[in-house]
């Protein structure tokens, strides 16, 4: 399974790539995007399985990358690793269909919790 990454951080998705191998993920193909508009271009040539989305990013933020994927009708595996994480945000991440928000600083056992519920 493809795995896309989207981050305006280098250092940030560098880290979520060594987190997913420590979780038990690293046999998965690792793409990466900088920000929500890479990130559906990438989700409409890629095709991922998941995308791991930040949500604060230049251009295109992960609430309008998630909301533009379902308005086009791809509902690819959608999750946010994120520093925000307040109830108004969660709310608003799962009505827009994420499936999880993990909140940074995150763990390897955070991400297997979350992702074992997605990724084969």
Known sequence: MKILIVDDSKAMRMIVKRTLRQAGFGDHEI?????????????????????LSDWNMPN????????????AGIDTNFGFVTSESSGEMRAEAS???????????????????????VVD
Do not use: Y
């Not at 793409?31 to 995308?51: H, K, N, R």
């Not at 909140?103 to 955070?110: I, N």
């Open 31 to 51: 793409i990466e995007a900088e920000d929500g508009q890479q990130g559906l271009e990438q989700v409409q040539s890629e095709s991922p399985g998941l995308v």
């Open 95 to 117: 009505s827009a269909g994420a499936m999880f928000l993990i909140t940074k600083p995150f763990t390897a056992d955070s991400f297997k919790s979350e992702l074992s519920k």
């Open 60 to 71: 295109m933020n992960g609430i309008e990358f998630l909301r533009a994927l379902r308005a």
